[in-house]
């Protein structure tokens, strides 16, 4: 049978846990972090390296946002979006691969990507050019699709449309 600890025991371990607390406190983004590894890794995925970025995010809503690439092994996608007057993003993209299925995801919980709705979704056309229109600013995950050979790329979640000060559409 265990020992009784002593309180002095106790306020010992609460004061090492404090410690180790501010020390080295788990990262602010551990579960969200896990949560889309879980599901790169359900969707038989490749997670997309965003090759260039000068991310999405404008203050004035005169200007685009900066261009985006994602690229995985089997298919590269470049998205411009560009603010619209109702507050809604449009973005123009193209795909490596004609007939690329594209989605956009409204800052999903990552495990439950496979069982929602997208936002938005196109197919690229025979040159690979595809737009969706109607996003909400906000972070996006974007999830492509590729037939043959089969093959899917996930984004991380990506901000897109306009960050201004004060206003509670900040990505």
Not at 105 to 127: K, R, S, V
Not at 155 to 163: H, R
Request: charged residues 25%; without cysteine.
């Amino acid at each position: 049978m265990g020992a009784r600890s002593e309180p002095s025991d106790e306020r010992l371990l609460l004061e090492l846990h404090d410690l180790f607390d501010d020390l080295d406190p788990v990262p602010v983004s551990l579960a969200e972090d896990a949560k889309f590894a879980i599901a790169v890794a359900g969707l038989e995925a490749e997670l997309a390296q965003i090759v260039d970025a000068d991310l999405l995010a404008v203050r004035d809503r005169t200007l685009p946002g900066a261009a985006v690439t994602l690229t995985s092994s089997a298919v590269s996608v470049l998205i411009a979006p560009s603010p619209l007057p109702d507050g809604t993003v449009r973005l123009d993209g193209w795909a490596t691969r004609p007939g690329a299925e594209i989605g956009a995801y409204a800052d999903p919980d990552p495990l439950l990507l496979q069982t929602l709705d997208p936002a938005a979704h196109t197919t690229a056309d025979e040159f690979g050019r595809f737009v969706l229109e109607g996003l909400r600013p906000g972070r996006h995950v974007f999830l492509v699709r590729v037939a043959e050979p089969r093959h899917t790329l996930l984004s991380a979640p990506i901000p897109l449309g306009l960050e201004r000060d004060g206003d509670a559409a900040r990505p």
